[in-house]
């Protein structure tokens, strides 16, 4: 029989010690924090973030790109590196432009936001890049879509992108598309493609974020060489979807084919029922230190020791996959919940009593400053912290075999601490906890990788992406 902690026990423990050092201490994501001491280390685990040395920042050019999501990829015309990004996030049914992608180049990288420049466009934009959806589609989504990742093929020449819904529980779309982008200006779309059928809403576990597949690793994976996945924030309002960082490796598909893309290789799977699992254990497993106002629901509050992926508040990004002679492993970075969650508006936390029925709300202390301004229903906390973790190699190709499962008993990230501890230099979003809009790109070729953080806030302007640039130690 499981224990389930209720308030009182949670804040005796947490006054006592027993749910460890760090939390006794009292988390802050001011201060930051060591990782709990209840983490499972693996010690075939080596990326961490000690392998990532940040060389400074730069920010997105102001026209267009306010509300540009984190979506980079990086290319080499020539011998110079150039970088892509978006204009425009969302499309939706009343939107007047289809947005474009952009070349840019990196300026010189400042320590701090408020100094940092804008990075430079090279003169290349392409206009109506990236597939558009009509008719009863473009109905069903009229929350909008996303725009989720991009990666530069320089074998097939073509930008890769996911795309995502915006809270439209019912609408089945397209996840995958290609494009060419041509010298003269014009584009070469591919797709777009939807997963395993047109009528499968399983597509919400691939249809957010991408991480290209280390050459090493590639043949175990039957040639694949790029992984897809999503989690509760990248599939909103619907379901299935990953309630944790789910992750699975695809066949790309070829440019002039019109099937479906393969069901793939699930690496990290922690959607409903995977492994047989049964609420709340197929969520991603994860430190005990919080109690949640809503234990039935979404935010499933410990049992026997064990913590559970806090639905979108808890939130992890794949930033980077290597398979190097020093180096391996995928690191993964985001943000993560702690003391109390609940389901609701920020400043008030709604109850649930035992059958899942509302039973009010309660004020919110100490106050989640980060979310205050943030007036919609949603997920909150009153201790966030960034994050990041590691994901074995070697438990990555244990589930590729076969030998150990996908699902959330055979794969939980490791918990190496807090980023913005190490960089307290990188701005926080405006209106949300650490992360929410991010892209990464590896540029194997400099050995460096990039960061856009979305709606970081940059003096003269209101929001931009923020680009930042580390050196990576392989």
């Given at each position: 029989?499981?224990?389930?902690?209720?308030?009182?026990?949670?804040?005796?423990?947490?006054?006592?010690?027993?749910?460890?050092?760090?939390?006794?201490?009292?988390?802050?994501?001011?201060?930051?924090?060591?990782?709990?001491?209840?983490?499972?280390?693996?010690?075939?685990?080596?990326?961490?973030?000690d392998d990532l040395s940040w060389l400074g920042m730069c920010h997105g050019p102001s026209d267009g790109f306010s509300y540009n999501e984190g979506q980079i990829t990086v290319r080499y015309v020539a011998g110079e590196r150039r970088i892509l990004m978006i204009r425009w996030h969302q499309k939706d049914a009343t939107a007047t432009t289809t947005g474009s992608i952009v070349e840019l180049r990196l300026p010189a990288l400042a320590r701090a936001a408020d100094t940092s420049q804008a990075m430079t466009p090279t003169g290349r934009e392409w206009s109506n890049w990236c597939?558009?959806?009509?008719?009863?589609?473009?109905?069903?989504?009229?929350?909008?879509?996303?725009?989720?990742?991009?990666?530069?093929?320089?074998?097939?020449?073509?930008?890769?992108?996911?795309?995502?819904?915006?809270?439209?529980?019912?609408?089945?779309?397209?996840?995958?598309?290609?494009?060419?982008?041509?010298?003269?200006?014009?584009?070469?779309?591919?797709?777009?493609?939807?997963?395993?059928?047109?009528?499968?809403?399983?597509?919400?576990?691939?249809?957010?974020?991408?991480?290209?597949?280390?050459?090493?690793?590639?043949?175990?994976?039957?040639?694949?060489?790029?992984?897809?996945?999503?989690?509760?924030?990248?599939?909103?309002?619907?379901?299935?979807?990953?309630?944790?960082?789910?992750?699975?490796?695809?066949?790309?598909?070829?440019?002039?084919?019109?099937?479906?893309?393969?069901?793939?290789?699930?690496?990290?799977?922690?959607?409903?029922?995977?492994?047989?699992?049964?609420?709340?254990?197929?969520?991603?497993?994860?430190?005990?230190d919080y109690f949640s106002y809503y234990d039935g629901g979404a935010i499933p509050g410990p049992r026997d020791g064990e913590g559970f992926w806090q639905a979108s508040a808890d939130l992890a990004f794949p930033a980077i996959w290597v398979s190097e002679n020093t180096r391996s492993g995928l690191?993964?970075?985001?943000?993560?919940?702690?003391?109390?969650?609940?389901?609701?508006?920020?400043?008030?936390?709604?109850?649930?009593?035992?059958?899942?029925?509302?039973?009010?709300?309660?004020?919110?202390?100490?106050?989640?400053?980060?979310?205050?301004?943030?007036?919609?229903?949603?997920?909150?906390?009153?201790?966030?912290?960034?994050?990041?973790?590691?994901?074995?190699?070697?438990?990555?190709?244990?589930?590729?075999?076969?030998?150990?499962?996908?699902?959330?008993?055979?794969?939980?990230?490791?918990?190496?601490?807090?980023?913005?501890?190490?960089?307290?230099?990188?701005?926080?979003?405006?209106?949300?906890?650490?992360?929410?809009?991010?892209?990464?790109?590896?540029?194997?070729?400099?050995?460096?990788?990039?960061?856009?953080?979305?709606?970081?806030?940059?003096?003269?302007?209101?929001?931009?992406?923020?680009?930042?640039?580390?050196?990576?130690?392989?």
């Amino acid at each position: 029989m499981y224990e389930l902690l209720n308030r009182r026990l949670f804040l005796g423990r947490l006054a006592g010690g027993t749910l460890g050092a760090g939390l006794a201490r009292g988390y802050s994501p001011a201060l930051g924090q060591a990782a709990p001491k209840n983490v499972r280390v693996m010690t075939d685990v080596t990326v961490s973030l000690d392998d990532l040395s940040w060389l400074g920042m730069c920010h997105g050019p102001s026209d267009g790109f306010s509300y540009n999501e984190g979506q980079i990829t990086v290319r080499y015309v020539a011998g110079e590196r150039r970088i892509l990004m978006i204009r425009w996030h969302q499309k939706d049914a009343t939107a007047t432009t289809t947005g474009s992608i952009v070349e840019l180049r990196l300026p010189a990288l400042a320590r701090a936001a408020d100094t940092s420049q804008a990075m430079t466009p090279t003169g290349r934009e392409w206009s109506n890049w990236c597939w558009q959806p009509t008719g009863a589609l473009l109905s069903a989504l009229s929350n909008g879509w996303h725009i989720g990742g991009l990666w530069w093929d320089d074998t097939e020449r073509v930008v890769w992108y996911t795309m995502w819904p915006y809270f439209s529980p019912t609408a089945v779309m397209p996840f995958l598309g290609a494009t060419r982008l041509n010298d003269d200006g014009s584009v070469t779309k591919y797709g777009p493609w939807y997963y395993v059928s047109p009528n499968d809403l399983r597509f919400r576990k691939v249809c957010w974020y991408l991480v290209p597949i280390p050459a090493r690793l590639q043949s175990v994976l039957g040639g694949r060489r790029l992984a897809v996945g999503a989690n509760t924030m990248g599939a909103s309002g619907g379901s299935p979807t990953n309630w944790g960082p789910g992750l699975t490796a695809i066949q790309l598909p070829g440019l002039t084919s019109a099937d479906p893309v393969e069901p793939g290789v699930p690496l990290m799977d922690y959607s409903p029922g995977a492994g047989a699992l049964t609420h709340p254990w197929f969520h991603c497993r994860r430190e005990p230190d919080y109690f949640s106002y809503y234990d039935g629901g979404a935010i499933p509050g410990p049992r026997d020791g064990e913590g559970f992926w806090q639905a979108s508040a808890d939130l992890a990004f794949p930033a980077i996959w290597v398979s190097e002679n020093t180096r391996s492993g995928l690191l993964l970075v985001g943000r993560r919940t702690s003391r109390e969650t609940w389901y609701g508006l920020a400043a008030a936390r709604n109850t649930f009593d035992a059958k899942g029925n509302f039973a009010g709300r309660l004020p919110v202390e100490p106050p989640d400053v980060m979310m205050l301004d943030q007036g919609s229903t949603g997920y909150h906390s009153n201790g966030w912290q960034s994050a990041a973790w590691s994901v074995s190699n070697e438990h990555l190709r244990q589930v590729a075999t076969g030998a150990r499962k996908a699902s959330a008993d055979g794969m939980r990230p490791v918990l190496l601490g807090a980023w913005n501890t190490r960089w307290p230099e990188i701005p926080k979003p405006i209106q949300v906890p650490y992360v929410q809009h991010e892209g990464f790109a590896y540029d194997v070729t400099a050995g460096q990788l990039l960061w856009a953080h979305g709606r970081s806030k940059v003096v003269g302007h209101s929001v931009l992406p923020t680009v930042h640039v580390f050196d990576v130690r392989t």
